[in-house]
Protein backbone atom coordinates (compact mmCIF):
# COMPACT_ATOMS: atom_id res chain seq x y z
CA UNK A 1 0.00 0.00 0.00
CA UNK A 2 1.54 3.43 -0.91
CA UNK A 3 1.09 6.36 1.52
CA UNK A 4 -1.42 8.68 0.53
CA UNK A 5 -0.98 12.49 2.02
CA UNK A 6 -3.72 15.20 1.83
CA UNK A 7 -1.06 17.53 1.40
CA UNK A 8 0.20 19.05 -2.00
CA UNK A 9 3.96 20.13 -2.40
CA UNK A 10 4.55 21.88 -5.51
CA UNK A 11 8.69 22.35 -6.80
CA UNK A 12 7.77 26.49 -6.75
CA UNK A 13 7.50 25.88 -2.64
CA UNK A 14 11.34 24.73 -2.27
CA UNK A 15 14.03 27.21 -2.18
CA UNK A 16 17.76 25.45 -2.14
CA UNK A 17 19.85 26.24 0.98
CA UNK A 18 23.35 26.64 0.62
CA UNK A 19 24.96 23.29 3.76
CA UNK A 20 26.77 25.03 6.23
CA UNK A 21 30.52 24.08 5.90
CA UNK A 22 31.18 23.65 9.19
CA UNK A 23 32.94 20.40 9.55
CA UNK A 24 35.07 17.92 12.16
CA UNK A 25 38.90 19.20 11.90
CA UNK A 26 41.79 16.54 10.85
CA UNK A 27 44.39 16.40 13.35
CA UNK A 28 46.97 15.30 10.29
CA UNK A 29 50.01 14.66 12.97
CA UNK A 30 48.14 11.72 14.85
CA UNK A 31 45.90 11.09 12.23
CA UNK A 32 42.63 11.93 13.99
CA UNK A 33 39.55 13.47 13.48
CA UNK A 34 39.68 16.40 16.10
CA UNK A 35 36.23 17.61 18.35
CA UNK A 36 36.89 20.73 17.51
CA UNK A 37 35.37 22.29 14.30
CA UNK A 38 36.08 24.16 12.15
CA UNK A 39 34.06 26.90 9.40
CA UNK A 40 34.67 29.27 6.05
CA UNK A 41 38.25 29.55 5.04
CA UNK A 42 39.56 26.86 7.46
CA UNK A 43 37.07 24.63 6.53
CA UNK A 44 37.41 25.07 2.81
CA UNK A 45 41.67 24.06 2.49
CA UNK A 46 40.46 21.05 4.68
CA UNK A 47 38.25 20.26 1.98
CA UNK A 48 41.10 20.96 -0.65
CA UNK A 49 43.64 18.56 1.28
CA UNK A 50 40.65 16.19 1.34
CA UNK A 51 39.99 16.23 -2.71
CA UNK A 52 43.59 16.24 -3.70
CA UNK A 53 44.37 13.13 -1.53
CA UNK A 54 41.74 10.87 -2.45
CA UNK A 55 41.17 9.00 -5.60
CA UNK A 56 37.69 9.39 -7.03
CA UNK A 57 35.62 6.08 -7.18
CA UNK A 58 38.05 4.25 -5.11
CA UNK A 59 35.84 4.61 -1.88
CA UNK A 60 32.45 4.44 -1.49
CA UNK A 61 31.65 6.27 1.70
CA UNK A 62 32.51 9.38 -1.09
CA UNK A 63 29.97 10.28 -3.70
CA UNK A 64 31.38 9.98 -7.53
CA UNK A 65 31.89 13.81 -7.64
CA UNK A 66 34.53 13.22 -4.83
CA UNK A 67 37.83 13.32 -5.24
CA UNK A 68 40.62 13.25 -7.84
CA UNK A 69 41.42 11.56 -11.19
CA UNK A 70 45.34 11.81 -12.42
CA UNK A 71 47.13 9.60 -14.22
CA UNK A 72 50.66 10.73 -14.49
CA UNK A 73 52.10 7.24 -16.21
CA UNK A 74 52.56 8.56 -19.55
CA UNK A 75 55.35 11.16 -20.14
CA UNK A 76 54.20 13.30 -22.75
CA UNK A 77 56.42 16.77 -21.53
CA UNK A 78 55.87 19.20 -19.30
CA UNK A 79 53.76 21.57 -21.45
CA UNK A 80 51.11 18.72 -21.21
CA UNK A 81 51.93 17.68 -17.65
CA UNK A 82 50.89 21.23 -16.71
CA UNK A 83 48.56 21.32 -19.13
CA UNK A 84 46.95 18.03 -17.32
CA UNK A 85 47.46 19.19 -13.54
CA UNK A 86 45.75 22.03 -14.08
CA UNK A 87 42.78 20.43 -15.73
CA UNK A 88 42.49 17.85 -12.85
CA UNK A 89 42.92 20.46 -10.17
CA UNK A 90 40.09 22.62 -11.90
CA UNK A 91 38.13 19.68 -12.36
CA UNK A 92 38.59 17.77 -8.65
CA UNK A 93 37.83 21.05 -6.46
CA UNK A 94 35.25 23.03 -8.34
CA UNK A 95 32.60 20.50 -7.91
CA UNK A 96 32.72 22.11 -4.33
CA UNK A 97 29.76 24.51 -5.14
CA UNK A 98 32.15 26.96 -2.45
CA UNK A 99 35.02 26.86 -4.38
CA UNK A 100 34.53 29.54 -7.38
CA UNK A 101 38.03 29.29 -8.98
CA UNK A 102 41.05 27.79 -8.63
CA UNK A 103 43.96 30.03 -10.73
CA UNK A 104 47.58 31.37 -11.26
CA UNK A 105 49.35 28.49 -11.33
CA UNK A 106 53.06 28.35 -10.68
CA UNK A 107 55.59 25.10 -11.68
CA UNK A 108 58.75 24.19 -9.70
CA UNK A 109 60.66 20.95 -10.68
CA UNK A 110 63.34 19.15 -8.84
CA UNK A 111 64.35 15.91 -9.96
CA UNK A 112 61.53 13.87 -10.77
CA UNK A 113 58.87 15.74 -8.55
CA UNK A 114 57.11 18.73 -9.40
CA UNK A 115 55.76 21.86 -7.20
CA UNK A 116 52.58 22.81 -8.00
CA UNK A 117 51.45 26.17 -7.06
CA UNK A 118 47.63 27.69 -7.06
CA UNK A 119 45.40 30.28 -5.89
CA UNK A 120 41.41 28.95 -4.64
CA UNK A 121 39.10 31.53 -4.74
CA UNK A 122 35.69 30.73 -2.38
CA UNK A 123 33.03 32.70 -1.34
CA UNK A 124 34.87 32.99 2.00
CA UNK A 125 38.12 34.48 0.31
CA UNK A 126 41.01 33.10 -1.52
CA UNK A 127 43.86 31.54 -0.63
CA UNK A 128 46.98 30.02 -1.91
CA UNK A 129 47.97 25.97 -2.14
CA UNK A 130 50.66 23.72 -2.61
CA UNK A 131 50.86 20.41 -3.75
CA UNK A 132 53.59 17.72 -4.49
CA UNK A 133 53.51 15.69 -7.55
CA UNK A 134 56.24 12.97 -7.45
CA UNK A 135 57.62 10.48 -10.31
CA UNK A 136 56.50 12.42 -13.47
CA UNK A 137 59.82 11.75 -14.95
Do not use: C
Not at 87 to 111: G, M, P
Amino acid sequence: MIPQSDIEMSDEELEPVALPSRTYKLDLVNKRISSQTIDGLEAIKQVVFKILSTTRFEHLIYSNDFGSEVDLSANRGRSVFESEIERWVKEALTQDDRIIAVTSFKFAYELDNALIQFTVETEYGRYQETKEVGNIV
